[in-house]
C-alpha cells in the first residue's frame, strides 16, 4: 500500500466511504473509547509488558514501528505499560507501550446520536462504530455514504479476472493467488520484477473499507468532487508552509493560491483541497522547475507536472 503524505492530513474533512452492503452480525456497541496520540519520533510496540518482550511483527514479518502523531486506541494498563489497538496498512494489531509515550490521552463517550445518523444515512452497522470513534476524536470530519449498487463479491470478480489485472509486491507469500495463471510448477509467477497476482481474499481485504477506518488510511475515501462546505481557510491552512501560502499577480489582478484553487475546484467539480494535495505532491513544498518556466520568450506553468520528465531542471523545461 501506498503512504499518504501528512500533508493530505491537515484539513480534509469531508470523506465519502464506497460501502459494499453485505448482511452482517450486529454487535452492541461500545460506550466510550480510549484514545492517544504516538509522542515518539519511532515506536515499536511490544508483545507484551517488558522490554524483555519481543517486537509485533506485520504480516510480511517485518517490526511495526509507530511514529508521532499516530491515533492508537488504549485498551488496558499494567503497570507503567499501556496495551494498545491499532490499524496499520489495513489490519488490526495489539501490543504494549510505556505509557510515557501516549500523548494528549483522552476517554470519549461516543454519541449514539452520532451513530443513529450514520444510521438514518444508510451506512451497514459494521461501520458505525468504527465511523463514531473516527467522529469522537475529529468531531467537524462529515462521513456520507457513497452507494455503487454493486456488491463486494461483485467487485471482487470484477478486479480478479485476469489475475494479472491488480499486482502486488509482498513477501507473504500467503496473500498471492494459485491460480494455475498465477501459480505454476510450485513457484508465484511474477508479472513484472518483484509483483505478483493477489488472492481473491486479499483482493476482498483491501478492498473492503471496514479494514482502513482508522485517521491514518481513511483518506483514500476522501470525496473528490466539489464540495461547497470545503472553505478557502481550509485550503489556505493547507498551504501554508508551501511556496503557495501567499499570492501571485495574474492578469494584473492579485490572487492567493487559495482562492485560485477554489475557483479551479468550482469551475471542475474537483475538491480544491484535493488538488492542492496534488500539487504539493508534485512540486514538494518549495515548488520545482515546472512551476514557471521561461521557455522560447515563453513562460510556462505546469504545477500538476503533466508530461514533465527528467532529473535536471533543463530536461524538465524541455
Known sequence: MKKINTYFLSIIMFLSCIL???????????TTYTYAYIDATELGPRTCPSTNCGRVYHDEGGIIWLYRPRVVEVIGYSGSWAQIRFNYWGFTYTGYILQE??????????DQNY??????????????EKLTKMHAIHPKWNFEVSKTNVSLTDAVNGEYSPVYKNLISTT?????????????????????PGWYAPSKDTLKYYMDPRNFLDDNSIFMFEQLSYNPNVTESDVQAMLNGTFMAGSFVYNGQTYTYAKAFMEAGKATNVNPVH????????????????????????????YFNFNASGSTTQEKKE
Not at 459494499?20 to 461500545?30: D, E, G, L, Q, S
Not at 509515550?101 to 461516543?110: A, E, H, I, P, R
Request: glycine share 6%; proline share 4%.
Open 101 to 110: 509515550y501516549l500523548g494528549n490521552k483522552k476517554t470519549v463517550t461516543l
Open 20 to 30: 459494499p452492503f453485505i448482511p452482517t452480525k450486529v454487535n452492541a456497541m461500545a
Open 172 to 192: 507473504n507469500k500467503n496473500q498471492l493467488s494459485t491460480d494455475s495463471a498465477a501459480y505454476s510448477n510450485g513457484n508465484y509467477i511474477q508479472f513484472e
Open 275 to 302: 488538488l492542492a494535495a496534488r500539487v504539493i505532491q508534485e512540486q514538494g513544498t518549495n515548488g520545482s522547475a515546472t512551476t514557471n518556466m521561461n521557455y522560447n520568450e515563453q513562460t510556462y506553468h505546469n
Open 115 to 128: 451513530a443513529n445518523t450514520l444510521r438514518s444515512k444508510g451506512f451497514p452497522e459494521s461501520y458505525v
